[in-house]
């Protein structure tokens, strides 16, 4: 089963985006998301350990993972009463709309995975580059990984924020309670990080050269965390307005243009190495952050609502 994630995550997102986004049916994620996850453990134990397949084992385990979380929620979609008038067959009309959809799902993934993810894989190549390449790269690696992970929090309420409909007053809500609460959950894992960097880092390598150094970078990844859920939740405002457009050109600016020069700029000139990496990286979320934050408060909602309904009219029509 292959690793690639254009194959593994196919079916996953886009169930996750008829059942969360569409319908606003969390429960049902969170079972099929659970529920396989002691398939995982043991899948990965019996494909790392006893049949020594290494890093290709535990890849095929989180795709068999994944694709057992895909058919279990198809399962829920084609039996659920309340998808009942889902799916009535192929038909002629799905095509009508292709163009639209394409046209809005591009800047999407253009947005999160080209010019987003990639500027986190780009500093692990940058750290192949360095004096020191054995202690870099993978510190890089594990600062990539925690991030990843505790960000996973903020995606998950930026698509929250994705699935509210209604009025103007509930929209406004759900940005302000869900950028709260990112931003206080992911200073509690910050504190967690800081008083537990090396027993964390140790989850990651055995060497206490590279131990060491993740806790002198533990300060740079406490603010970039910090940065990095505040600013989750609104891309994920960004995405439920429509503004992928504008959003795939900030993160362009942002990342490409600020964030990744300064860091090449702080490592091969002034001699800052690992630390600079991470500390052009923080440069380009924080004007990422600061950009989306004035996007979103600067928005005047009631327009904003008037002008959904009368796409989502005309898109009916």
Same mark, same amino acid.
């Given at each position: 089963?292959?690793?690639?994630?254009?194959?593994?995550?196919?079916?996953?997102?886009?169930?996750?985006?008829?059942?969360?986004?569409?319908?606003?049916?969390?429960?049902?994620?969170?079972?099929?998301?659970?529920?396989?996850?002691?398939?995982?453990?043991?899948?990965?134990?019996?494909?790392?350990?006893?049949?020594?397949?290494?890093?290709?084992?535990?890849?095929?385990?989180?795709?068999?993972?994944?694709?057992?979380?895909?058919?279990?929620?198809?399962?829920?979609?084609?039996?659920?009463?309340?998808?009942?008038?889902?799916?009535?067959?192929?038909?002629?009309?799905?095509?009508?709309?292709?163009?639209?959809?394409?046209?809005?799902?591009?800047?999407?993934?253009?947005?999160?995975?080209?010019?987003?993810?990639?500027?986190?894989?780009?500093?692990?190549?940058? /750290?192949?580059?360095?004096?020191?390449?054995?202690?870099?790269?993978?510190?890089?690696?594990?600062?990539?990984?925690?991030?990843?992970?505790?960000?996973?929090?903020?995606?998950?309420?930026?698509?929250?924020?994705?699935?509210?409909?209604?009025?103007?007053?509930?929209?406004?809500?759900?940005?302000?309670?869900?950028?709260?609460?990112?931003?206080?959950?992911?200073?509690?894992?910050?504190?967690?990080?800081?008083?537990?960097?090396?027993?964390?880092?140790?989850?990651?390598?055995?060497?206490?050269?590279?131990?060491?150094?993740?806790?002198?970078?533990?300060?740079?990844?406490?603010?970039?965390?910090?940065?990095?859920?505040?600013?989750?939740?609104?891309?994920?405002?960004?995405?439920?307005?429509?503004?992928?457009?504008?959003?795939?050109?900030?993160?362009?600016?942002?990342?490409?243009?600020?964030?990744?020069?300064?860091?090449?700029?702080?490592?091969?000139?002034?001699?800052?190495?690992?630390?600079?990496?991470?500390?052009?990286?923080?440069?380009?979320?924080?004007?990422?952050?600061?950009?989306?934050?004035?996007?979103?408060?600067?928005?005047?909602?009631?327009?904003?609502?008037?002008?959904?309904?009368?796409?989502? /009219?005309?898109?009916?029509?």
């Amino acid at each position: 089963m292959s690793s690639d994630p254009n194959e593994r995550f196919f079916l996953w997102k886009f169930f996750h985006g008829v059942v969360n986004l569409a319908y606003s049916v969390v429960l049902p994620l969170v079972i099929c998301s659970v529920a396989p996850f002691p398939l995982h453990d043991l899948l990965a134990y019996l494909l790392v350990n006893v049949l020594g397949l290494g890093l290709a084992g535990a890849s095929t385990a989180v795709s068999a993972t994944l694709w057992v979380s895909c058919l279990m929620l198809l399962a829920y979609v084609l039996l659920s009463e309340k998808f009942s008038e889902t799916w009535r067959g192929f038909s002629a009309d799905a095509f009508k709309y292709m163009l639209p959809t394409v046209k809005l799902a591009t800047p999407s993934a253009i947005m999160v995975c080209h010019l987003e993810l990639w500027a986190f894989e780009l500093l692990v190549l940058i /750290a192949g580059l360095l004096p020191n390449p054995t202690v870099d790269t993978p510190l890089i690696a594990m600062c990539s990984s925690t991030e990843a992970i505790i960000c996973m929090i903020s995606v998950g309420f930026s698509a929250a924020v994705r699935s509210v409909r209604g009025n103007v007053d509930r929209v406004r809500n759900a940005v302000s309670v869900t950028m709260k609460l990112s931003v206080f959950l992911a200073i509690s894992f910050v504190l967690l990080l800081g008083f537990g960097h090396n027993l964390w880092a140790s989850l990651f390598s055995r060497s206490s050269t590279i131990v060491s150094e993740y806790a002198a970078i533990t300060p740079l990844m406490m603010i970039s965390i910090v940065l990095d859920s505040a600013q989750g939740v609104l891309a994920g405002v960004s995405r439920g307005c429509g503004w992928q457009h504008l959003a795939a050109m900030t993160n362009l600016v942002v990342f490409y243009l600020v964030g990744m020069p300064l860091a090449i700029l702080f490592t091969f000139k002034l001699k800052f190495y690992s630390k600079s990496l991470w500390a052009g990286l923080i440069c380009g979320v924080t004007c990422q952050a600061c950009s989306l934050l004035v996007i979103t408060v600067r928005t005047k909602w009631s327009k904003l609502m008037e002008i959904m309904q009368e796409e989502k /009219a005309n898109y009916v029509a």
